[in-house]
């Protein structure tokens, strides 16, 4: 087979001893989960899996069952998608998340492994407190006064992508609420560099954090950029691209808001209850008024629940049982909450955008769906996620309650491309605003 393909005896040699290592691998471990790899050894199944990871996914769990393992680039990535391997992901001592992210935090922000490891714990201690539910009071006034001020350079009226009307509102707004006015730039000219430099970090990011930074030089040129810019504050660069996540799931809240006009229809209703008559004032919107909207809350929950990560990962440090396999060290294992929240068995009709189903978590008391993983679990769960929910909610309050829309495009579908953070739509969605009278 190699011969034919013209390859230099040195090279067959290597090829050879990786698929002998390959098979001797499997024969070892009888008990590993099915494995999909190629007949190009180290490369294994990248090519497939890299056209569109999220179709892969869903293929191979169809074809292989709940548990099965992906072989690319040299390394072994399994996957769990039942909730056995959930409950596993969640809570064994036996996966570490640290080990898994830490390579990803190198690549993408520059910080040392040494320096990760010491100072991680306490970030995130630091973090959860900071950004609790308890805490969200001390947001939401400057968030709004910011929203509103970003929000003005809209004019009265005109005609956007939905998605880059949202972003030039939101990275300014959010990243000034969270770490002080002062980082984002003030000039429009500025502005549009920044905005340039981030959207950029963020295309590429799932890709540089995999690879070295020499492949990708445009990546790396606007990561510079920024990492020199946030220095100022951030003394510990965090991996996190906050604003640039948020405003992901707004716009996709306002896509399915805009586009079922009974649902739009009860959250004007919901609006004119709270603040009177919607129009183009600028409202001030505290906590207490947000719990009066639930129904905002739920349309930003769905959203997210239909545009969440196309996987999570953890290390497996010791090998682990899940189901009948044995999953060994060294493997990535992953999660993947997009299609987890797509399993009729916890989200009945799936597909369909459906805010009332709701009503069932017990957000009261902070608790979400059963299955709803968009955040994590466990102890690494995200921290902002109830700034990320605050945040969303108060944007859709507040762009609604001040413009009005003619949608100029379907919604777009997501694309299957993306594995890590939300999903970014694969066309534009253009939508002409006005503000009311
Ligand atoms: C809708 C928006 C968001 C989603 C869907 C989201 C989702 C996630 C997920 C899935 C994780 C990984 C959990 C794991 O692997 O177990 C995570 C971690 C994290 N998130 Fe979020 N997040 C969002 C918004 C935010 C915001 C607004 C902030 C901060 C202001 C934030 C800060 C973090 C941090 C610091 C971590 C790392 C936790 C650690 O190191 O242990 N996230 N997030």
């Known amino acids: 087979?190699?011969?034919?393909?013209?390859?230099?005896?040195?090279?067959?040699?290597?090829?050879?001893?990786?698929?002998?290592?390959?098979?001797?691998?499997?024969?070892?471990?009888?008990?590993?989960?099915?494995?999909?790899?190629?007949?190009i050894p180290w490369f294994g199944a990248a090519f497939q899996f890299g056209k569109a990871p999220l179709e892969f996914i869903e293929q191979a769990r169809s074809k292989h069952g709940p548990v099965f393992t992906v072989f690319a680039l040299g390394k072994r990535f399994t996957f769990v998608t039942e909730e056995e391997g959930t409950e596993a992901f969640f809570k064994s001592k036996d996966l570490n998340f640290e080990?898994?992210?830490?390579?990803a935090?190198?690549?993408?922000?520059?910080?040392?492994?040494e320096a990760f490891y010491q100072n991680h714990g306490n970030l995130y201690s630091m973090m959860k407190g900071k950004m609790g539910p308890s805490n969200l009071h001390m947001f939401t006034g400057t968030l709004c006064k910011e929203l509103h001020e970003h929000m003005a350079h809209l004019g009265t009226e005109g005609t956007g992508d939905l998605n880059d009307l949202v972003r030039h509102i939101m990275y300014p707004a959010v990243v000034n609420t969270l770490f002080g006015k002062g980082i984002c730039p003030t000039s429009q000219s500025e502005i549009k560099e920044f905005e340039e430099h981030f959207q950029k970090y963020d295309e590429d990011f799932e890709y540089a954090s995999q690879m070295p930074e020499c492949f990708l030089r445009n990546w790396s040129k606007s990561k510079k950029w920024l990492l020199k810019l946030f220095e100022k504050v951030v003394s510990d660069a965090e991996r996190t691209n906050p604003s640039e996540i948020t405003s992901k799931i707004a716009f996709w809240t306002l896509a399915f808001i805009l586009s079922?006009?009974?649902?739009?229809?009860?959250?004007?209703?919901?609006?004119?209850?709270?603040?009177?008559?919607?129009?183009?004032?600028?409202?001030?919107?505290?906590?207490?008024?947000?719990?009066?909207?639930?129904?905002i809350k739920w349309c930003t929950l769905e959203a997210i629940r239909l545009r969440s990560p196309g996987a999570i990962t953890k290390k497996v440090v010791n090998p682990i049982r899940i189901q009948n396999f044995t999953v060994p060290a060294g493997d990535?294992?992953?999660?993947?909450?997009?299609?987890?929240?797509?399993?009729?068995?916890?989200f009945p009709d799936p597909e369909m955008f459906k805010p009332d189903r709701w009503k069932e978590a017990n957000l009261e008391k902070n608790a979400f769906?059963?299955?709803?993983?968009?955040f994590g679990g466990g102890k690494h769960q995200c921290p902002g996620r109830w700034f990320a929910i605050m945040e969303i909610q108060l944007f859709v309050v507040l762009f609604l309650h001040k413009y009005e829309f003619v949608l100029l495009d379907a919604v777009p579908k997501e694309s299957p491309l993306h594995l890590v953070g939300t999903q970014q739509p694969m066309a534009p969605f253009r939508v002409q605003y006005k503000c009311r009278e």
């Open 1 to 39: 087979l190699f011969q034919n393909k013209g390859l230099s005896p040195g090279l067959l040699a290597v090829l050879g001893l990786l698929i002998v290592k390959a098979v001797l691998f499997q024969l070892r471990n009888p008990s590993c989960p099915p494995c999909i790899g190629s007949w």
């Open 260 to 295: 079922y006009p009974s649902i739009y229809k009860k959250i004007m209703e919901d609006l004119a209850s709270v603040f009177g008559k919607a129009g183009k004032d600028n409202i001030e919107v505290s906590e207490e008024d947000l719990k009066k909207l639930p129904f």
């Open 99 to 103: 080990q898994a992210v830490q390579q």
């Open 105 to 113: 935090v190198e690549n993408a922000v520059s910080v040392p492994a």
């Open 332 to 346: 990535m294992l992953m999660l993947s909450p997009y299609w987890l929240h797509r399993n009729p068995k916890y």
């Open 369 to 374: 769906l059963d299955s709803f993983v968009a």
